[in-house]
């Protein structure tokens, strides 16, 4: 499921602003943004909220799972290289004593 067209259709059938489903499903227009354009990705309670606040409603049905793009596929593996470059960058020991004065109480 595209999450982030699924919720702008729904909205814009609903002729709501962003400001107006945010109001009403209790969240700000700043998150239902980041909903729309991916950069967050509701819970699924949440998402169901947001559509019955549309008008609309989720519905699970069976079928074939899609196969991820090229370009999904390139994002999740630049994020993965993100990760492991940061997990090398972390100290491997600790030191074992503090090499700062603790704060005086």
Do not use: C, F, W
Not at 19 to 46: C, F, H, M, N, W
Not at 65 to 81: I, Q, V
Not at 85 to 99: G, N, S, V, W
Request: glycine residues 4%.
């Amino acid at each position: 499921m595209d999450v982030p067209t699924a919720l702008l259709k729904a909205r814009r059938r609903a002729n709501l602003s962003q400001s107006t489903l945010a109001a009403r499903a209790g969240t700000s227009q700043a998150t239902i943004s980041a909903y729309e354009s991916g950069r967050k990705v509701p819970s699924l309670d949440t998402l169901s909220r947001l559509l019955a606040v549309t008008g609309s409603r989720l519905v699970v049905e069976r079928g074939v799972a899609r196969r991820p793009s090229r370009r999904e596929h390139e994002r999740t593996a630049r994020a993965l290289a993100d990760v492991l470059a940061l997990a090398e960058a972390l100290p491997t020991r600790h030191e074992p004593l503090l090499k700062y004065p603790r704060l005086a109480e």
